[in-house]
Structure formats: structure tokens, C-alpha cells
């Protein structure tokens, strides 16, 4: 089985600030590679798929890169309402998501 | 407009069978795949299970000796037998519905199930 290891495990940002969070995969996943936020009590939503492929109505000010084993997602200007948890998910070969990153306003 | 949504009971027994039910709106079980990810309280997402559009399976090898997933295409629900629970298995189930095949793009609201006695 594919592993995804995900950092950092948690985020502070200031409002406007740009942040990272990475993915690693164990093997090659070849751009299979999507990110969701998932905020309190809500269902995950897409973000980013195929690495840099931003998902219809979604910010702009994300933006997904990447090849091979690694891969991130950039916010590029934090808001207020991009605190939540970004998750990772390899595609390649079935499925297995990232451990999370926690993303709080500063 | 797609939509899928999970039902099932919100307790069960340690050592019973959980079993849950995805019903689909919007998109055929024929031509396209249906998932089951879940997520213990305060914990990340475990992706548990796949049907395919053609009728197979595949499991998350952790849980492949417990986990069962079938359709009836007819009635548009997916459904999700797992045996053997144990408190550990206590989470929130989603089903959702894959997107350009390698992804996945549609979730439902999700069940809380909780194991206990």
C-alpha cells in the first residue's frame, strides 16, 4: 500500500500571510495526487486534483504542485475562512489520505 | 445534482455487524464508483473501501477480513457490512462518489456510529 506522510501536523497563520503544507508519498503516484479542507463537523471538500488542477470555484489563492513523491499546497494570502484541516489523497493506486494538517488563524 | 446520503444505526454492540446503507441521486452506480471513508471522532480520514462501477471491490488491506461492500444498482444504494466492531471502530462513516476516476469529489453529510455496549 501507498503511504502519504503529511506536515506540518499543525499551522498558525497570520490574515494575508502565504502558507505550506507538503505531501510525501512512498512511491512515485505519477500527479495522482488531491486536497481536501474539511472545517468542523462538515464533510471534506476538493480543492485541488491531478496536483495542480484547481477545482471549479475554489480560490484562486490555492494552488496545488508537485511530482513524483512530493507534492503541496499553497494558500497564497490566508483568510478567515480557510482555518479548517487540509487533508492530502493519493489517487495512484487506490486510495490513501494524508494524516492532516490543522490550519488556525494566528 | 449529485447527492449521496448514509443511514444505519447510530450504536452498535462490540463484536456485531455494522451495517450501512448510501443512497445516490443524481448519477447511475453503473458508471461511476462509490467509496466508504471514515474518521474517528477528533481523528484524520481512513479510506475503508471501494465498489467499482462495474460491480467490483477493493478493500483497505486493514480492514479487507472484516469489510464488505455491494449495490443494487436498481434501487441506486451502495452498501457497507463490517463485522467484529470494537470500540476503535466508533467514527463518522461517509460514502462518496469518485471524480475523474483517481479522486474523490462528492460526499455525503456522513453517519456517526458509535461502538459501544
Known amino acids: 500500500d501507498i503511504q502519504m506522510t503529511q506536515s506540518p501536523p499543525s499551522l498558525s497563520a497570520s490574515l494575508g500571510e502565504t502558507v505550506s503544507i507538503e505531501c510525501r508519498a512512498s512511491?512515485?503516484?505519477?500527479?495522482?495526487l488531491a486536497w481536501y479542507q474539511q472545517k468542523s463537523g462538515k464533510s471534506p471538500q476538493l480543492l485541488i486534483y491531478?496536483?495542480?488542477s484547481l477545482q471549479d470555484g475554489v480560490p484562486s489563492r490555492f494552488s496545488g504542485s508537485g511530482s513524483g513523491t512530493q507534492y503541496s499546497l499553497k494558500i497564497s494570502g490566508m483568510q478567515p475562512e480557510d482555518e479548517g484541516v487540509y487533508y492530502c489523497?493519493?489517487?495512484?493506486?487506490?486510495?490513501?489520505f494524508g494524516s492532516g494538517t490543522k490550519l488556525e488563524i494566528k | 445534482q449529485v447527492q449521496l446520503k448514509e443511514s444505519g444505526p447510530g450504536l452498535v454492540q462490540p463484536s456485531q455487524t455494522l451495517s450501512l446503507t448510501c443512497t445516490v441521486a443524481?448519477?447511475?452506480?453503473?458508471?461511476?464508483?462509490v467509496h466508504w471513508v471514515r474518521q474517528p471522532p477528533g481523528k484524520g480520514l481512513e479510506w475503508m473501501g471501494v465498489?467499482?462501477?462495474?460491480?467490483?471491490?477493493r478493500y483497505n488491506s486493514a480492514l479487507k477480513s472484516r469489510l464488505s461492500i455491494s449495490k443494487d444498482t436498481s434501487k441506486s444504494q451502495v452498501f457497507l457490512k463490517m463485522n467484529s466492531l470494537q470500540t476503535e471502530d466508533t467514527a463518522t462513516y461517509y460514502c462518496?462518489?469518485?471524480?475523474?476516476?483517481?479522486?474523490?469529489?462528492?460526499w455525503g453529510q456522513g453517519v456517526m456510529v458509535t461502538v459501544s455496549s
Open positions: 462518496a462518489r469518485d471524480y475523474y476516476s483517481s479522486y474523490i469529489g462528492y
Open positions: 443524481g448519477f447511475s452506480l453503473t458508471s461511476y464508483n
Open positions: 465498489i467499482w462501477n462495474t460491480g467490483g471491490t
Open positions: 512511491e512515485d503516484i505519477y500527479s495522482n
Open positions: 491531478y496536483a495542480s
Open positions: 489523497l493519493q489517487g495512484s493506486k487506490y486510495l490513501t
